[in-house]
């Protein structure tokens, strides 16, 4: 049923593109010169009725559920609903519901069947409502469209005007999700702002995100100082970096200058199955297979390895990273162009000489901005630390202990049952928060790194 | 017939000759870019090669550094002599031969560098020089041969890029003369330059003889007859003619030659 209103907008666009392309066809036909091609005739009768009207219905749609429950309920004979408050009421209404869907449990009240038989005739009538109101706003945008049909109607920048508005739209809606996830982030922290103070948030050493269970429950008090959660971020991201720029870098370079083509071919899509591997598959390996080695070869040394260390999640994240790397320097090193090639070697130089002093400083903005970009991937991966961090927030940067990440921590403190009015769930946003500004912080500074070097070969 | 007028021309010019060619051969996979060319180059003297776009002057250039070699699908054929040693010989180190056959584009094509650092590029990568001093001065010698000294001296750490499209190209002369080659092969260097600095960079190719064996490829002929004395002619893959300009351009041999000038064919 719902798909029969988009079936007849669909059946409308195409008629009206073929009305439109016919009557302009015949204009032409007549010996009058058309201002725009047919095809654009036709087109603007159909983007003239898709995109209202399409937008009609996904209003209704989007609304027509609210306003249906909210006719039954008013619709209830008077005194039922007296003494329930908002739960009991959503639970009247649910069973209502449950009622119309044919699952009746017990001997529910006369007064819920009549609801729930109302409730089904006024689904129907909607339906209907909304069909008819979709034919006569088509017919009527159809006609519409083809009154303007003439020689002389510029229908082309008809068109391009409908399909600039629906681009401008879509770019809208990335910008307004943004600024949503933004102004929500904002009100938790904030909330959280309120029981906690900024500067103990901001610069306190203890991570402990306990509340007291009970009213009476003493030194149970938590302390929400991120300052350990982020250095844990930190050395976790250092490693990955320790392990991802070096090996991505001198795989780009590789594959880019030094490998024969036919290898070359090999390599490529290997790193983009690498690229492919999802992270909990990273995750596993990090801790079934490279948390023990690193720790069994630790105790052969004599040192001291924790289970979960920094190094076996950083280290994997890493490997991660790898084909993020090697991608971004391979594409810079690529935009090169081969005169320079040609001119370091026309100087005597070798490959290896080429590539350390004029391809490799060339090429370095646009592998900085991809480090960054990676940087930027590192601080906010969730699943490999999950799995392969530890939980216990400490202030280390030994390598071989256990550290948490603010991911981790965020996870953490979401998960159970939780209710949205303590410090502890709200801890969750304010780090969330922090993530968030550093990682923009960072995508920012590398996008004006990637784009001065865009500049750099005009 | 041709052939033996051109031999005993061989051999007139024969203690002079720089690089000599012999049946040399190019394929770019199926392609056969140049099909049996055989040629001296004299030193101290220009050189021209013209011809129609695609009939393999530049190939024929590129197998005199051996640029070639960097192409992988590029096979070279018969023997190549720089001073009577064969510059495709296994022993011979590419690296080291394009020090001595120094090249300059057609596009001018600085590195992203300072002025200073492009011209020392080459000495010092192949340790020129032994200190600051020394290198200064081969940057100010090349320079100054490049006809571009006075233009740019108060600014060599001003990016090579920021140059003019005629600066750019002197500055790319200048740093192929800074690792002090014996020849300098040009390919098309005027083609992306406007007609005063093609005027500039003529003259400095005129000037540039005394020291060097220059070749050049250009597709214009009234600039093969203002700079080089000797011409030679490709068609199609093949050395139609090679002569004294003079000759090419007021009796040529060849009916090809012919039309090309008179430009029926280009
Ligand atoms: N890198 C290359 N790969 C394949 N074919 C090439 C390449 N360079 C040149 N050729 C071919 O070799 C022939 C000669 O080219 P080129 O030497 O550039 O001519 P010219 O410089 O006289 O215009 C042309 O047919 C061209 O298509
Ligand atoms: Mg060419």
Same mark, same amino acid.
């Given at each position: 049923?719902?798909?029969?209103?988009?079936?007849?907008?669909?059946? %409308? =666009?195409?008629?009206?593109?073929?009305?439109?392309?016919?009557?302009?066809?015949?204009?032409?036909?007549?010996?009058?010169?058309?201002?725009?091609?047919?095809?654009?005739?036709?087109?603007?009768?159909?983007?003239?009725?898709?995109?209202?009207?399409?937008?009609?219905?996904?209003?209704?749609? &989007?609304?027509?559920?609210?306003?249906?429950?909210?006719? +039954?309920?008013?619709?209830?004979?008077?005194?039922?609903?007296?003494?329930?408050?908002?739960?009991?009421?959503?639970?009247?209404?649910?069973?209502?519901?449950?009622? &119309?869907?044919?699952?009746?449990?017990?001997?529910?009240?006369?007064?819920?069947?009549?609801?729930?038989?109302?409730?089904?005739?006024?689904?129907?009538?909607?339906?209907?409502?909304?069909?008819?109101?979709?034919?006569?706003?088509?017919?009527?945008?159809?006609?519409?469209?083809?009154?303007?049909?003439?020689?002389?109607?510029?229908?082309?920048?008809?068109?391009?005007?409908?399909?600039?508005?629906?681009?401008?739209?879509?770019?809208?809606?990335?910008? $307004?999700?943004?600024?949503?996830?933004?102004?929500?982030?904002?009100?938790?922290?904030?909330?959280?702002?309120?029981?906690?103070?900024?500067?103990?948030?901001?610069?306190?050493?203890?991570?402990?995100?306990?509340?007291?269970?009970?009213?009476?429950?003493?030194? &149970?008090?938590?302390?929400?100082?991120?300052?350990?959660?982020?250095?844990?971020?930190?050395?976790?991201?250092?490693? =990955?970096?320790?392990? =991802?720029?070096?090996?991505?870098? $001198?795989?780009?370079?590789? /594959?880019?200058?030094?490998?024969?083509?036919?290898?070359?071919?090999?390599?490529?899509?290997?790193?983009?199955?690498?690229?492919?591997?999802?992270?909990?598959?990273?995750?596993?390996?990090?801790?079934?297979?490279?948390?023990?080695?690193?720790?069994?070869?630790?105790?052969?040394?004599?040192?001291?390895?924790?289970?979960?260390?920094?190094?076996?999640?950083?280290?994997?994240?890493?490997?991660?990273?790898?084909?993020?790397?090697?991608?971004?320097?391979?594409?810079?090193?690529?935009?090169?162009?081969?005169?320079?090639?040609?001119?370091?070697?026309?100087?005597?130089?070798?490959?290896?000489?080429?590539?350390?002093?004029?391809? $490799?400083? =060339?090429?370095?903005?646009?592998?900085?901005?991809?480090?960054?970009?990676?940087?930027?991937?590192?601080?906010?991966?969730?699943?490999?630390?999950?799995?392969?961090?530890?939980?216990?927030?400490?202030?280390?940067?030994?390598?071989?202990?256990?550290?948490?990440? /603010?991911?981790?921590?965020?996870?953490?403190?979401?998960?159970?049952?939780?209710?949205?009015?303590?410090?502890?769930?709200? %801890? &969750?946003?304010?780090?969330?928060?922090?993530?968030?500004?550093?990682?923009?912080?960072?995508? +920012?500074?590398?996008?004006?790194?990637?784009?001065?070097?865009?500049?750099?070969?005009? | 017939?041709?052939?033996?007028?051109?031999?005993?021309?061989?051999?007139?010019?024969?203690?002079?000759?720089?690089?000599?060619?012999?049946?040399?051969?190019?394929?770019?996979?199926?392609?056969?870019?140049?099909? *049996?060319?055989?040629?001296?180059?004299? *030193?101290?003297?220009?050189?021209?090669?013209?011809?129609?776009?695609?009939?393999?002057?530049?190939?024929?250039?590129?197998?005199?550094?051996?640029?070639?070699?960097?192409?992988?699908?590029?096979?070279?054929?018969?023997?190549?002599?720089?001073?009577?040693?064969?510059?495709?010989? @296994?022993?011979? *180190?590419?690296?080291?031969?394009?020090?001595?056959?120094?090249?300059?584009?057609?596009?001018?094509?600085?590195?992203?560098?300072?002025?200073?650092?492009?011209?020392?590029?080459? @000495?010092?990568?192949?340790?020129?020089?032994?200190?600051?001093?020394?290198?200064?001065?081969?940057?100010?010698?090349?320079?100054?041969?490049?006809?571009?000294?006075?233009?740019?001296?108060?600014?060599?750490?001003?990016?090579?890029?920021?140059?003019?499209?005629?600066?750019?190209?002197?500055?790319?002369?200048?740093?192929?003369?800074?690792?002090?080659?014996?020849?300098?092969?040009? *390919?098309?260097?005027?083609?992306?330059?406007?007609?005063?600095?093609?005027?500039?960079? #003529? #003259?400095?190719?005129?000037?540039?003889?005394?020291?060097?064996?220059?070749?050049?490829?250009?597709?214009?002929?009234?600039?093969?007859?203002?700079?080089?004395?000797?011409?030679?002619?490709?068609?199609?893959?093949?050395?139609?003619?090679?002569?004294?300009?003079?000759?090419?351009?007021?009796?040529?041999?060849?009916?090809?030659?012919?039309?090309?000038?008179?430009?029926?064919?280009?």
């Amino acid at each position: 049923m719902t798909a029969f209103p988009f079936l007849l907008l669909i059946l %409308a =666009a195409v008629v009206g593109y073929a009305i439109n392309r016919v009557a302009a066809r015949g204009i032409r036909d007549g010996g009058s010169r058309l201002h725009s091609m047919t095809s654009y005739h036709g087109m603007y009768s159909a983007l003239l009725v898709l995109v209202p009207v399409l937008t009609f219905i996904l209003v209704w749609l &989007a609304l027509q559920g609210a306003v249906i429950d909210r006719l +039954i309920m008013s619709g209830l004979p008077d005194g039922v609903l007296d003494g329930l408050d908002g739960g009991g009421i959503q639970l009247v209404l649910a069973e209502i519901k449950s009622i &119309a869907g044919g699952q009746v449990f017990g001997t529910p009240e006369d007064w819920k069947i009549a609801a729930s038989e109302r409730l089904l005739t006024t689904r129907e009538r909607a339906d209907w409502l909304l069909i008819a109101l979709v034919a006569v706003m088509s017919l009527a945008l159809m006609i519409f469209a083809r009154t303007r049909v003439k020689a002389d109607f510029r229908a082309r920048q008809g068109v391009e005007g409908i399909v600039t508005g629906l681009m401008i739209f879509c770019s809208v809606v990335a910008i $307004f999700t943004t600024i949503g996830i933004i102004v929500s982030l904002s009100y938790e922290t904030l909330r959280f702002l309120e029981r906690v103070p900024l500067s103990e948030f901001l610069f306190g050493t203890n991570w402990e995100p306990q509340i007291p269970l009970r009213e009476d429950q003493i030194a &149970a008090e938590g302390a929400f100082g991120w300052l350990p959660v982020i250095l844990g971020t930190i050395v976790i991201t250092v490693i =990955a970096l320790v392990v =991802a720029v070096p090996i991505g870098l $001198f795989s780009a370079i590789y /594959v880019n200058e030094f490998a024969p083509k036919k290898l070359r071919t090999i390599i490529k899509p290997l790193l983009e199955i690498l690229a492919g591997v999802p992270t909990v598959v990273y995750g596993f390996f990090a801790i079934l297979v490279v948390a023990p080695a690193i720790r069994s070869f630790g105790q052969s040394l004599g040192l001291d390895v924790a289970p979960n260390t920094a190094l076996a999640a950083g280290g994997v994240m890493g490997i991660m990273l790898v084909p993020f790397i090697s991608s971004f320097a391979d594409d810079a090193l690529s935009a090169v162009p081969q005169s320079l090639r040609d001119g370091a070697l026309g100087l005597g130089a070798t490959r290896g000489e080429m590539m350390t002093t004029v391809l $490799f400083p =060339a090429a370095l903005p646009g592998i900085v901005g991809g480090v960054l970009l990676a940087v930027s991937r590192a601080i906010g991966e969730t699943m490999i630390v999950v799995m392969a961090a530890g939980l216990i927030a400490r202030m280390t940067i030994n390598p071989l202990d256990s550290v948490t990440t /603010v991911t981790v921590q965020i996870v953490t403190l979401l998960i159970g049952d939780t209710s949205f009015d303590n410090p502890k769930t709200l %801890a &969750a946003f304010a780090l969330g928060t922090m993530l968030f500004i550093v990682t923009l912080g960072i995508n +920012i500074f590398a996008l004006s790194f990637v784009r001065k070097y865009r500049e750099a070969y005009d | 017939m041709m052939k033996d007028s051109m031999e005993t021309k061989l051999d007139v010019d024969a203690m002079n000759v720089k690089f000599s060619a012999r049946d040399v051969q190019v394929h770019y996979g199926d392609t056969h870019a140049i099909k *049996d060319v055989s040629v001296d180059i004299l *030193d101290n003297t220009v050189t021209a090669f013209i011809g129609p776009s695609g009939c393999g002057k530049s190939t024929f250039l590129r197998t005199l550094n051996r640029m070639n070699d960097t192409i992988d699908i590029c096979r070279v054929q018969g023997d190549i002599y720089l001073d009577g040693m064969d510059i495709y010989d @296994p022993n011979i *180190d590419p690296v080291q031969l394009r020090a001595k056959v120094g090249m300059v584009f057609q596009k001018p094509n600085p590195f992203p560098k300072s002025i200073y650092d492009n011209i020392a590029y080459g @000495p010092r990568i192949h340790g020129l020089a032994r200190n600051k001093a020394e290198l200064d001065e081969i940057v100010e010698k090349s320079l100054r041969r490049g006809a571009i000294w006075d233009e740019v001296q108060d600014r060599l750490d001003a990016p090579g890029t920021g140059l003019s499209g005629g600066q750019q190209q002197r500055l790319c002369i200048a740093r192929a003369i800074a690792t002090e080659p014996e020849v300098l092969l040009m *390919d098309e260097p005027c083609s992306a330059l406007d007609p005063i600095a093609t005027a500039q960079v #003529e #003259e400095l190719i005129d000037e540039l003889k005394a020291n060097y064996s220059v070749v050049i490829v250009t597709h214009s002929m009234q600039q093969a007859a203002r700079v080089s004395q000797k011409t030679a002619f490709f068609h199609l893959g093949n050395l139609v003619e090679y002569n004294d300009t003079n000759e090419i351009f007021t009796n040529p041999q060849d009916s090809r030659t012919e039309s090309y000038i008179t430009g029926r064919i280009g």
